[in-house]
């Protein structure tokens, strides 16, 4: 491996772990912000057996972005047992808490 290529992959690392040690936990708000009406997907045809669809959805992404629209998708889940949960405001410590969309078991 070229010394170069050593030192890029060092840089990343260390960025990825600094990415880790620094994330910030989500913002508390009062009330959720309404969200904007669903948008009407026509899922195609998958691209192969175990492809499970993850419908699109609005996603918070914070007070500055606000909602943002992510397409549908499709993927192959990390176990056969796993549904796609969407992302949803949920009750905490002085506020709401926006918690992504994420897999769950059965």
Do not use: D
């Not at 500055?64 to 998708?73: E, F, I, N, T």
């Amino acid at each position: 491996m070229s010394r170069s290529l050593r030192r890029i992959l060092l840089a990343c690392t260390l960025l990825a772990l600094a990415g880790c040690i620094v994330a910030e936990p989500p913002p508390v708000v009062q009330q959720p912000p309404p969200s904007p009406p669903a948008r009407v997907e026509v899922a195609p045809a998958p691209p192969g057996p175990g492809y499970v669809w993850v419908p699109g959805h609005w996603a918070w992404r914070g007070p500055r972005r606000g909602y943002v629209w992510v397409a549908g998708y499709y993927v192959v889940p990390a176990q056969p047992n796993y549904v796609w949960v969407p992302g949803r405001w949920a009750p905490g410590p002085g506020g709401y808490v926006w918690v992504e969309g994420h897999w769950q078991a059965r």
